[in-house]
């Protein structure tokens, strides 16, 4: 049984909007998961590692006016939550993903744990976050 912290553990870090930026986010999450208890290699893992990687694909495609991209990590208990921001102006639409689409292939990994995906615009200026979040209860080998 991993280790869960009973409090808030959390971690994030901001990346440039550039292709390399993709690799160094999915890296960084899994060294960041592993330490958190989530076993390398688990479905739990791949999911977050692919939905990371899916999130700040799209900032660096899609959001060609923010200065960076933020990724944040946060578990709490049994709850996974992965957030990517940036400070493109312009809205994620979540309505009638097709299949293939990377927020539906998010949506769907979200669903596999009990979880959502929802967007929230910045409170500070421009931009917005897309904030995926995992249900762990049951989700834990």
């Known amino acids: 049984m991993p280790r869960l912290p009973a409090r808030r ?9 550039v292709h390399g930026s993709v690799r160094a986010a999915r890296d960084r999450c899994g060294r960041w998961l592993d330490g958190a208890g ?12 692919r939905v990371v990687s899916e ?9 060609e006016l923010s200065p960076d991209v933020r990724v944040r990590l946060t578990l709490e208990g049994y709850l996974l939550t992965i957030t990517v921001r940036d400070k493109d102006p312009h809205p994620v639409p979540l309505a009638d993903l097709t ?18 995906v929802r967007t929230e615009l910045a409170a500070d200026g421009p931009g917005k976050s897309v904030i995926v979040r995992f249900a ?3 989700a834990i080998e």
Do not use: E, K, M, T
């Open 9 to 17: 553990h959390s971690h994030s870090w901001d990346l440039p909007p």
């Open 38 to 49: 989530i076993v390398p290699g688990s479905p739990l893992f791949g999911a977050a590692l």
């Open 55 to 63: 999130l700040v694909s799209n900032a660096v495609l899609h959001a």
């Open 99 to 116: 299949p293939r689409q990377g927020l539906a292939v998010v949506a769907a990994l979200a669903h596999d744990y009990c979880g959502d």
């Open 136 to 138: 762990l209860l049951g």
